[in-house]
């Protein structure tokens, strides 16, 4: 599968990348590889395996749930930082 440059443009503003036109034609043909690796991957015969959720073989230990005391909201904000009435203030992480 073949990257044009375009594609490559608007990878690299998606992910917030920076690079030369020359970086640009070696990511182009650098993706375009792993494109062609990865649609190798499409011709293996997957009919019989079982889907994997993990590569450990370790088995949770689970415990009980137990009902116990816990803060009442009051507490709670009363070791706030900031707060705003009822709620918990907090840094603004998106824009």
């Given at each position: 599968m073949k990257i044009?440059k375009?594609?490559?443009?608007?990878?690299a503003?998606?992910a917030?990348?920076?690079?030369?036109?020359?970086s640009a034609?070696k990511?182009?043909?650098d993706?375009?590889?792993?494109l062609?690796?990865?649609?190798?991957?499409?011709?293996?015969d997957?009919?019989?395996?079982?889907?994997?959720?993990?590569?450990?073989?370790?088995?949770?230990?689970?415990?009980e749930?137990k009902v116990?005391?816990?803060?009442?909201?009051d507490?709670?904000l009363?070791?706030a930082?900031?707060?705003?009435?009822?709620y918990f203030?907090?840094?603004k992480?998106?824009?």
């Amino acid at each position: 599968m073949k990257i044009d440059k375009e594609s490559i443009k608007k990878i690299a503003h998606l992910a917030r990348l920076e690079f030369d036109e020359n970086s640009a034609e070696k990511m182009s043909k650098d993706m375009s590889k792993i494109l062609d690796w990865v649609e190798q991957l499409n011709e293996v015969d997957t009919s019989n395996v079982e889907p994997l959720t993990t590569m450990s073989s370790e088995v949770n230990d689970m415990r009980e749930d137990k009902v116990g005391t816990h803060m009442s909201h009051d507490e709670a904000l009363k070791n706030a930082p900031k707060r705003d009435s009822d709620y918990f203030r907090v840094p603004k992480v998106l824009e």
